[in-house]
């Protein structure tokens, strides 16, 4: 697999980020570094290419989270929703890219405030 381009919105300490694996500096790198002060986001860019191709994080594990980790605030640990940017009402992951048929691909994981506007 060969990532092609990963958007980011409203996730953890990000608001809107792209990264383009396909043009330089990273076109044609087989290695880089992600580097930075505490809180940049680099984890955030981790936990964003684990959203969009498998809808979870090992950062946020529910199944840890079952077994008696903290309630922090209204969400349970190990909630997804807490990766979601503080004031915001959606967050977006999505990573395009080429699996090893040569076929390009783009997986998506997608949170939004959902109101019951029925009264």
């Not at 840890?64 to 997804?80: I, M, P, Q, R, Y």
């Not at 967050?91 to 783009?106: F, P, W």
Request: positive net charge.
């Amino acid at each position: 697999m060969k990532f092609g381009k990963l958007t980011i919105r409203n996730l953890a300490s990000i608001e809107k980020a792209e990264i383009d694996f396909e043009k330089q500096p990273l076109k044609g790198e087989p290695l880089f570094l992600l580097c930075g002060d505490t809180g940049a986001g680099k984890t955030t860019i981790l936990d964003a290419i684990c959203l969009a191709l498998f809808c979870k994080t090992p950062r946020y594990d529910a199944e840890k989270a079952k077994k008696g980790e903290a309630v922090v605030g209204t969400f349970k640990a190990g909630d997804l929703l807490q990766l979601v940017r503080h004031g915001a009402s959606e967050a977006e992951a999505a990573l395009e890219l080429t699996g090893n048929d040569g076929v390009k691909y783009r997986a998506r994981w997608r949170a939004e405030a959902y109101k019951n506007n029925t009264a």
